[in-house]
C-alpha cells in the first residue's frame, strides 16, 4: 500500500513538472543554455565570491568591481520580480517535493547527464577560441563519461583521468574576441542575461542536443533539467536574497562580475 502511494504521488510531481515546462518549453526553447535564472544565482554568487577572494590574494591592484549599462533597469527590474514569484510559487515546491522522493545520489546524476549533453557547445566554443587543447580534452570527457561513465551519470574522466572540464559558450566566444556585454537584461523565466550572451545563444543554439527533441520532449527534458538543478541548491537563493540589500543589483552584478571572470579564464 505505501509502495503504491509513492508511484502515485510521483506520478503526480512528474506530471506537474512536464505540464509546467511544456507550457513554458515552446517559448523557452533555444534559450535555456546560457541564461542563469534567478534560483541558481547562488551558484553564480558563490563562484564570484571565490573567484574575488582568490583575486585578493594574487593581485591586491585587480578590479574590484565592473559596471554594465542598465537602461532598461525599470523593464529588468519587472521582470526580476516576476522570475521571483515563480521561483517561490512554482518551482521551490516542485523541487521540494521531488527532493523528497528522489535520492541525493540519483540527483547528481541525473545533473551529470545533462552536463555531459552540453559537451557539444563546449567542444565548438573551445575550437572557436582555438584553445585546441582543451577542446580535445572536452571530447575526450565526452567519449570517457558518455561509455564508462554510463551515459553521462557519471564522471569517470575527471575523477579516474584527471580530465577537468572546460566549460564554454558562445557569448564567451564573442568575449573571447572583444565583443563587450551591451546593455544588461533580464529575461521573463530565463533570467540575467546580457546583450551579447543573449546573441550568444542563437550560436549555441545548433549545438544543443535537446533542440532537436519535439517541443514536448524538449518542454519535459527542460522541466526535469530545472527542478533537479534547484533540488539540489535549495535555500540558496533565500540567503542571497536575505543577505542582499538590493537583490537586483546584487544580482546584475554578480552575474557580470561571473561572465567577465568566465570570458578570461
Not at 15 to 43: K, N
Not at 121 to 145: H, M, T, W, Y
Not at 166 to 189: A, M
Request: net charge neutral; proline share 5%.
Amino acid at each position: 500500500m505505501e509502495g503504491r502511494r509513492r508511484r502515485v504521488h510521483f506520478g503526480i510531481v512528474a506530471g506537474l513538472v512536464v505540464l509546467l515546462m511544456t507550457a513554458m518549453g515552446s517559448g523557452m526553447r533555444g534559450l535555456c543554455p546560457r541564461a542563469a535564472a534567478p534560483w541558481e544565482t547562488m551558484e553564480v554568487w558563490a563562484a564570484v565570491k571565490a573567484q574575488e577572494d582568490d583575486t585578493e590574494l594574487e593581485d591586491p591592484f585587480a578590479e574590484k568591481h565592473l559596471t554594465v549599462a542598465d537602461p532598461l533597469q525599470p523593464l529588468n527590474r519587472a521582470f526580476f520580480h516576476v522570475n521571483d514569484k515563480l521561483y517561490f510559487w512554482v518551482l521551490k515546491p516542485l523541487a521540494t517535493v521531488y527532493k523528497t522522493l528522489v535520492p541525493t545520489g540519483v540527483r547528481l546524476c541525473v545533473r551529470n547527464v545533462f552536463d555531459n549533453l552540453m559537451a557539444p557547445v563546449r567542444i565548438a566554443n573551445n575550437i572557436f577560441q582555438l584553445k585546441f587543447q582543451r577542446s580535445g580534452i572536452e571530447l575526450a570527457r565526452f567519449a570517457v563519461n558518455s561509455t564508462l561513465g554510463v551515459g553521462g551519470m557519471f564522471d569517470p574522466a575527471q575523477q579516474e583521468f584527471g580530465l577537468n572540464a572546460y566549460d564554454e559558450d558562445f557569448g564567451q566566444t564573442l568575449g573571447h574576441y572583444g565583443l563587450g556585454n551591451g546593455l544588461f537584461l533580464i529575461w521573463p523565466v530565463l533570467g540575467p542575461s546580457t546583450l551579447r550572451d543573449t546573441v550568444g545563444i542563437v550560436g549555441d543554439y545548433f549545438l544543443d542536443p535537446m533542440n532537436y527533441l519535439s517541443w514536448q520532449g524538449y518542454g519535459a527534458a527542460k522541466g526535469v533539467q530545472q527542478v533537479n538543478r534547484t533540488s539540489l541548491t535549495l535555500g540558496e537563493y533565500e540567503d542571497f536574497k536575505a543577505s542582499a540589500i538590493d537583490p537586483y543589483v546584487s544580482m546584475r552584478d554578480a552575474y557580470i562580475t561571473y561572465r567577465h571572470n568566465q570570458v578570461k579564464k
